[in-house]
């Protein structure tokens, strides 16, 4: 299934992010890039250079697998398991395209520290804080059981590395400082990634 894995990638990112910004520029004049924060080598940087890396590396398992270059993780790679994660990519996509609608003009990819947003708690931002990140990571992970071998193993890992340090270290507090008490109580109550879990404590 490497070529349905690397056309569903194509499209994810043609969708997800052309498509989207073209919207975005359109409506805000803006494309919505603000790109990730931090100095080299600090852990604000890391998560950017991780979600980077997954873009890069989610793309190359499908080829090398295509090419031959690296062998697939025997357990994994079996009919049920590629539809599995077919299934998977596309919940993955329409979560991420349902979650960027129901972010409108807030929408962004990374955080401009100078910069205000609305906080947005409708459609998915109810079920959980994050739902494009949560999306994204099952699209991912759909890929990486369409082609199971090392490399689309290991997009899956750095993603989850990528997004923690990201959420935790720059929207979190950006969030924070922007909206103060009504980002608290919906973090309060909502959960980071997953309905329920991650939840910010409220001393």
């Known amino acids: 299934m490497p070529r349905t894995a690397l056309l569903s990638l194509l499209v994810f990112g043609a969708l997800a992010f ?52 690296v062998g697939r993780v025997e357990i994994l790679d079996r009919p049920g398991v590629h539809v599995i994660g077919l299934v998977l990519f596309l919940l993955g996509l329409t979560g991420t395209l349902w979650a960027q609608l129901a972010m409108g003009d807030s929408w962004r990819v990374g955080v401009d520290t100078a910069e205000r947003t609305a906080l947005v708690r409708r459609g998915p931002f109810q079920l959980v804080r994050n739902p494009i990140f949560t999306a994204m990571l099952a699209g991912i992970g759909g890929v990486a059981l369409m082609v199971p071998n090392a490399v689309a193993l290991l997009s899956v890992v750095l993603l989850v590395i990528g997004l923690e340090l990201h959420v935790r270290l720059v929207e979190e507090p950006y969030l924070l400082r922007t909206h103060g008490t009504a980002y608290r109580d919906y973090a309060a109550g909502t959960g980071r990634f997953v309905p329920g879990v991650g939840r910010l404590r409220v001393a």
């Open 18 to 69: 052309g498509w989207r910004s073209l919207v975005h520029y359109r409506r805000t004049g803006s494309t919505g890039f603000r790109g990730f924060t931090g100095r080299p080598g600090s852990a604000e940087w890391i998560g950017g250079a991780l979600f980077a890396a997954t873009c890069v590396l989610s793309l190359v398992a499908p080829v090398a697998d295509l090419l031959g270059l």
